[in-house]
Structures are given as structure tokens and as C-alpha cells.
């Protein structure tokens, strides 16, 4: 199977301004392709008697060969993957879009998500370099993997880059037959039928009031100043290490829970409708469900166990773990667990959690 391989490049300026360049050149193909398929679009709601065909990524990539190019000169300063590869990730999200996965795409901004993909000639040349087409041979930190990729991103978060390729690894084989349940929570990231509590990281609770105080501070600097830029990569940076603190916490739990048991049995949460409420919007975007179950996902099928989801109405909160008698009603400020029947005394979370784990034995 396939997983992503991620490093930070250790860049010169040149290096860094030709990283810029490439950027430059995916989102402006980007917003170009974007606005004539928005046209397009436009135009058959209007005339649908008189419809255009809608354009595949190579049809985008020949008219901006014939149409942009030769008027853009600055483009042949950058590899020809960049706004190819940009315009086939356009394609598969209005393909996304159509089909009702995700949202129509937007507009891109300058310094706001910069990447880029080149795909050609890849070689890993010893430990820690890597020669990529156009640029020429980047520095990493790390050791990289002795592959041969076939495409390369890079990417800027704050002031550092990054680059990423797949990596095909082999499945292990487990003969783990452990069932376990996860209950996920606010006050706590997840509770294990086992008992073992994991507490989640909180970054964002942690570190809110000094990402306020540097927005508050930069509202009223001239957009563009020198000082404008230097708040803006603060800001960046603090924002970069909330992510990467719940990351890290996600990352650790997930290895845990896919490795030391052959059965992971979860709840299929309605993430987008608790961020709806405003009460739990924040709490619930800190602890990271959605990248819980995303990591969880890939590294069951990695080390060869298996991920059961468990309906979101599955009453696993109402149930009594000990008899099974359900309850009619149950608060969410009831924080302990009291069966009416058998007069079992649980932590909610723990009754739950061994209520998923029951679930599928």
C-alpha cells in the first residue's frame, strides 16, 4: 500500500525564490482555469439549448499552452508540471463538486496554501538530497527513503517548506484478535473499553489567548508593510504548532490503537453537525475527530487490523454495559452512568466505550 512521506527542505534564497516562482504559476493557471469554467458554467445555465462542453484537465492545459503562455513569458521560468498538475487537481474537485462530495472550488490567494507538484525526472541522491526537475537539488534534514518517486509537492507552512511523495510500503500481518472500544469526548480525546483514558492535547485552548493578542496586534498595521508581513508569519508559525501539537497527540493514539489490537470499533460521529453548534464548534475542532478517523482509517489497513464504525443511533451512551437495559433519556451533563435496573454505578465514557466493543462480538 501507498502512504505520504513528508520532510522540511533545507533552502537557500534562490532556492526559496524559485519555490515562490512555481507557486506564482499553479495559482495563477489555477484562478484562470477557475474563472473559464465558471464561464462555462454560466453560460449553458443560461443557454441550455446552446450548451459547451464542459473541459477535461488536458483540454484546460492545451488552452493555456495556446491562449495564456504567450502572453504570460514568466511561465517558461517554471517547470511545465506545475500549472499542468494544478489544472488536473481543478479538474478532480469540480468532479467532486459535481457529485455532490465537496464544494465548488475557490479562488486563490497569495501566500495562502502555496504548493506546487513537479512529476519527471526524481532522483534521491544519497541520504538527504533530492534532485527535482527545473529547481535543481534540494536539502532535507531527515534521511529519505531509497525510492524513485514519480512526483514530488511542495509546500509552505509559515516560513518553512516541505516537500512529499508517496512511499509504497509492505502490509504487516497481525494475529492480534483483541476487540477494543473508542469513545471519543471533549473532556477527554478518547476512552478504551480497556479503562485507559487519553487525554486529549488542547492546543488550541492553550495557546488562544496568545493567538489573539498577536491578530489583535497586527489589525492595524498597513497590509503589505514589512511589519504587516512579520506579524502575518507569527501568526503563521503559532498556528502551524497548534496544528502540529494535535497532530502529534492523533498520531500517537491512532498507532496505538491500529497496532496492539486486531479489532478498532468507533462510532460514525456527525462531525459537521456538531461544528454547527456553537457551543462545541471550538472544542470539538481542537480535539481533530475528523483526523482521528482519517489516520485511524489508513493505519488499520497498514498493520493488517480492523476498523468497525458503528451507526451514529447505536444508543452505546443509554445502554447499561452490565445488563443491557437501555435508557429513555440520558443528559450530556450526566457525567456517570446509573443503571435504573441493576443499579450499575460507570464513567459514561467507559460504559459507552465497552458498549462498541460488545457491539461486534
Avoid at 496492539?260 to 468507533?266: A, K, P, S
Wanted: hydrophobic share 40%.
Amino acid at each position: 500500500m501507498f502512504i505520504g512521506f513528508k520532510t522540511e527542505l533545507k533552502f537557500n534564497n534562490k532556492q526559496r525564490t524559485a519555490f515562490l516562482k512555481h507557486c506564482g504559476v499553479a495559482r495563477h493557471a489555477w484562478n484562470w482555469g477557475l474563472a473559464l469554467t465558471k464561464q462555462i458554467l454560466d453560460h449553458n445555465k443560461a443557454n441550455p439549448t446552446d450548451k459547451i462542453k464542459f473541459p477535461s484537465a488536458f483540454d484546460l492545459h492545451k488552452w493555456l499552452v495556446a491562449l495564456v503562455k504567450p502572453e504570460c513569458p514568466w511561465y517558461y521560468e517554471c517547470s511545465n508540471s506545475a500549472p499542468q498538475e494544478i489544472l488536473r487537481a481543478l479538474s478532480k474537485t469540480w468532479d467532486r463538486c459535481f457529485k455532490k462530495v465537496s464544494g465548488a472550488p475557490q479562488f486563490k490567494k497569495k501566500g495562502q496554501h502555496d504548493s506546487f507538484t513537479l512529476y519527471g525526472v526524481i532522483k534521491i541522491l544519497g541520504n538527504n538530497k533530492i534532485k527535482v526537475p527545473r529547481i535543481g537539488v534540494l536539502q532535507t534534514y531527515e534521511c529519505l527513503p531509497q525510492i524513485q518517486p514519480k512526483s514530488v509537492t511542495i509546500k509552505r507552512q509559515a516560513n518553512r517548506w516541505f516537500i512529499s511523495f508517496k512511499l509504497e510500503v509492505a502490509q504487516q500481518v497481525s494475529t492480534l484478535d483483541s476487540i477494543v472500544g473508542v469513545d471519543l469526548g471533549i473532556k477527554n480525546l478518547a476512552t478504551l473499553s480497556t479503562g485507559e483514558v487519553i487525554q486529549g492535547a488542547k492546543a488550541y485552548k492553550k495557546y488562544e489567548a496568545k493567538l489573539s493578542r498577536l491578530q489583535w496586534l497586527n489589525r492595524r498595521k498597513v497590509k503589505g508593510s514589512s511589519n504587516w508581513k512579520k506579524a502575518v508569519i507569527k501568526i503563521a508559525r503559532l498556528h502551524r504548532k497548534i496544528a502540529n501539537i494535535r497532530k502529534d497527540t492523533l498520531h500517537k493514539l491512532t498507532t496505538l490503537l491500529a497496532k496492539n489490537h486486531g479489532t478498532v470499533v468507533i462510532e460514525n460521529l456527525n462531525v459537521s453537525g456538531m461544528l454547527a453548534n456553537r457551543t462545541l464548534a471550538k472544542a470539538v475542532s481542537d480535539m481533530g475527530f475528523y483526523e482521528f478517523r482519517r489516520q485511524l482509517t489508513y493505519k488499520c489497513k497498514l498493520y493488517d487490523s480492523q476498523l468497525v464504525v458503528v451507526d451514529r443511533w447505536y444508543p452505546s451512551s443509554k445502554t447499561c454495559s452490565h445488563c443491557g437495559t437501555k435508557k429513555d433519556a440520558l443528559l450530556l451533563s450526566e457525567r456517570e452512568f446509573k443503571c435504573d435496573n441493576c443499579g450499575f454505578t460507570i464513567d459514561r465514557d467507559l460504559n459507552a466505550a465497552i458498549n462498541l466493543s460488545k457491539a461486534v462480538s
